[in-house]
């Protein structure tokens, strides 16, 4: 028997071949993987907090000291202003949202480096790797999003001027921007941390800088007018206006603004996915 019939004889379940288009994304593949996935999702939420004292509940300590410091802070010190609502009940919406999108960004923009070993050991779709960094940290999201709405009924019992608005009804659409954006940026960053280590030291320090730029410890009605442009350009400022316009009932949302978040994200994760693939090909040379 030859060559060619013994293959034609195996009934093959996945056969391997190299990308040769750029566009050639094989998401096909990464929805076969699935299962993976979920494995992954699991291991990055375990591992986190598996050799920590407190565990889990640093998902609830985090944010509500990162809020007493804002309170305090901004608050009390600074006295920026909060639209009316209660000072920490404000700071906790936007570090609940922050939250989610610095961790998913810092978290797949690791992908390359971190999993370099299991990468040049076996075949998957790497993709599947920073999908499941997203997926774990929307647990931690749902955890933090409760906590806020445990305050949420503290404040409202104590007769703040706080209410629902139609608003909140957009919150998956919320979570997905932010995934879509902390997933694109991290994969670009990803990339290109294979050839310039220097990215690294830049992430967090970057990171820190886009949050002062974004309306978490301040209102986008406080902005001047002559600096209002950017916020305006930020793609994350409408996520957050829009979340406590829902929740709070105070915030300057609108579908234009989020409109334009949505095709942000998009082009963002489109040239984040296109990079990603095309650096997998090589990066086990250079990591």
Excluded at 64 to 88: C, H, K
Excluded at 151 to 162: E, V
Aim: aromatic letters at 16%.
């Amino acid at each position: 028997m030859t060559v060619n019939k013994i293959e034609q004889a195996e009934d093959w379940d996945l056969i391997i071949t190299p990308r040769k288009k750029w566009w050639d994304l094989q998401l096909r593949d990464v929805w076969q993987y699935r299962d993976l996935i979920a494995l992954f999702v699991r291991r990055d939420f375990v591992s986190r907090y598996k050799q920590t004292i407190l565990g889990p509940l640093w998902l609830i300590i985090q944010p509500v000291m990162n809020s007493l410091v804002f309170t305090v802070v901004f608050g009390n010190i600074a006295r920026l202003p909060t639209d009316g609502l209660p000072q920490m009940l404000f700071y906790l919406s936007g570090t609940v949202l922050w939250s989610y999108f610095s961790n998913c960004l810092t978290g797949t923009s690791q992908t390359f480096i971190s999993n370099a070993h299991l990468f040049g050991k076996v075949y998957f779709p790497r993709l599947v790797t920073p999908i499941s960094i997203v997926i774990s940290n929307l647990i931690t999201l749902a955890i933090q999003f409760v906590l806020f709405m445990v305050f949420w009924l503290f404040f409202y019992s104590r007769g703040a001027d706080i209410y629902f608005t139609s608003w909140a009804l957009a919150l998956p659409l919320l979570v997905l921007l932010m995934a879509g954006l902390g997933l694109g940026f991290g994969i670009i960053i990803s990339s290109l941390t294979t050839k310039y280590r220097d990215l690294n030291y830049l992430v967090g320090f970057g990171v820190s800088l886009w949050m002062y730029a974004t309306p978490i410890i301040y209102p986008v009605s406080s902005i001047p007018e002559n600096w209002r442009w950017v916020a305006e350009i930020n793609p994350i400022s409408p996520i957050v206006e829009t979340f406590r316009a829902g929740f709070l009932g105070a915030g300057s949302a609108s579908w234009q603004r989020l409109g334009y978040s949505f095709g942000f994200m998009l082009v963002v994760l489109l040239i984040g996915v296109v990079v990603f693939n095309r650096v997998e090909k090589t990066f086990i040379d250079t990591v």
